[in-house]
RNA sequence: GGCCUCAUCGUCUAACGGUUAGGACGCCAGGUUUUCAUCCUGGCAAUAGGGGUUCGAUUCCCCUUGAGGCUACCA
């Protein structure tokens, strides 16, 4: 493979239908990778040229996903520091819709040397075509119907304001074949490539179109996009030879895959990046995540800090299938990203979650208010709620069922979970009085895990009673739960108040 | 139908033609001072099938099968 001498440039080129699909976040992920690796530029292009599809305000969702996600663009369409939409470059406009006069000049280009020309075929005569082709088995592609006018015919057909488009002239004999970087050499034969329509009837080019033109004045060196290109990209090398202009590398993607492996779709389940977010995914884990997805090291390790996947990244080490994309190893990894972040950040992002379950409000001087209690809660408070959980959660969202018997006056649950293994709820209320005043004369100051545990010790060395018997009734009247963290950290940030009261509470039951 | 592409545990994947086919997630079992989780140890689990080439194929070639993509004035 011949090395590159110029810069290297990428670019993600989204068409902004509404939402963000993960399997574009893995190609842009690639995109940025390699940019970065190799100390190039990384660029955000709107492809916006079918109007049918629009939909209103997603390119300013999308430019805003990437960057919480942390992919931020070099140039084109970015996120100004004030958090508004701009563009940013010197090859712009990066929104396909405001460079119609550049596709117009290049396409008059094409129309006269002859590689591209008008036809007036109406949808139906086309539709008819394919029909009769189809019946004939064979491919169903355009008849070249119009590939031939004379020059008074086009002149007349315009003149009469048929409507038209203008399709690429293929070549009827040979071959197209280009290096791919993922999936080595393709060769395609002329005869089978339709004259793809260049410019459509509303006066916009179609993506075969305004990708390879704009690839071209942006100087992209590499090509990375989804595999559903791979049978379109002869098409795109044959314009790169018309217009005489160098032709970039092309690197594949195999697609990300549905459980029953057809391409990944929102039909069979959640793709949309959002919604990952909003579960409480950390964006770090969904890169590391898809990142794992198509790629890997060549070595054992798996989780990977951005500027760690800039380091490894290789284009080498892309697959040729697609795989499945299952979420239980996202699980996995977010919880690993959880476990080690720092307490004060996560807490910082669970906060907005417990204020959504209606565990706490933000008052307008900014002091923090239980919503169930009343009670004020500072932010190290918070903290150490967060921390019960830090080590035990998945995603975000789990904080808000896991950590609602801390903001909750009492708990509720049924006297019998009480009771552990093969004892009665009668037997570990009796347990719980032993705790409880022996709970009572630690100080408040001493109310901490260390104590807590050198107490529970005592008590069994002068009850002859197992660790279980004290602790699983002691952990249940603070939690309410059957799972839930340990009964000393419970204690410990619940104060020694609450802690007798709702020891008490199980005892009275 | 045509064209293109792909094929290792359930899933993500590793293995210059020579390995008891490795790792991770998940699952199961045991351990770590109560539960769940974490952590540790162990276990179950794969080269789609058939032909070649070779002393020797997961690996190279061919066929079959299976899967996917493309086949629009969508991207």
Redesign the pocket.
Known sequence: MPEIPKKVRTRF???PTGFVHIGSVRTALYSYLFARKNKGDFLLRI?D??R??LVEGSVEYLVKTFDILGLNADEGVILQNDGKVAQKGNFGPYIQSERLEIYQSYIKELLDKDYAYYCF???ER?QQV?EER?LQ??????DGHCRNLSKTEIEKNLAEKI???IRMKIPKEGFTEFEDLV???????NE?I?DQ?LM???G?????F??VVDDHLMQISHIIRG??????TPKHILLYKYFNWETPQFAHL??L?N?????LSKRQGDVATGSFLDKGYLPEAILNFIL?????P?T?E?IFSIEEMIERFDLS?I????????T??L??IN??YI?KMDLAKLTELCAPYLEKAGLIEKKADGRLENKLTKEIINFEKLKQIISLEQ???KKLSDIEESVRFMFVEIPEYEKELLA?KKMTAEEAQKNLEVIYVELEKIDEKDFAPEKL?NL??RLKEETGL???EL??P??VSLSG?????????IATVLGKEKTLKRVKNAIEK
């Open positions: 080129a989204p068409s492809e040229t079918d049918t599809r075929c109406s949808q086309l394919r189809q088995k064979l491919p169903p592609m355009y409507p038209f488009v999936y080595g050499n393709i060769k395609i034969k089978l339709d329509v459509k009837s509303d916009f080019p179609t993506y075969h305004a990708n595999e559903e290109w791979l049978p379109s195999p697609l895959l459980p029953d492996k057809s391409k794992l997805l198509g790629w890997n060549k054992e798996e080490g697959n040729k299938y697609g795989a499945v994309f299952n239980e190893k699980d996995w919880g690993m476990r080590e035990r959660m552990w545990l529970i010790n197992s660790t279980g602790l699983w002691m952990r739960l059957k799972n839930s963290p340990g009964p000393f950290e």
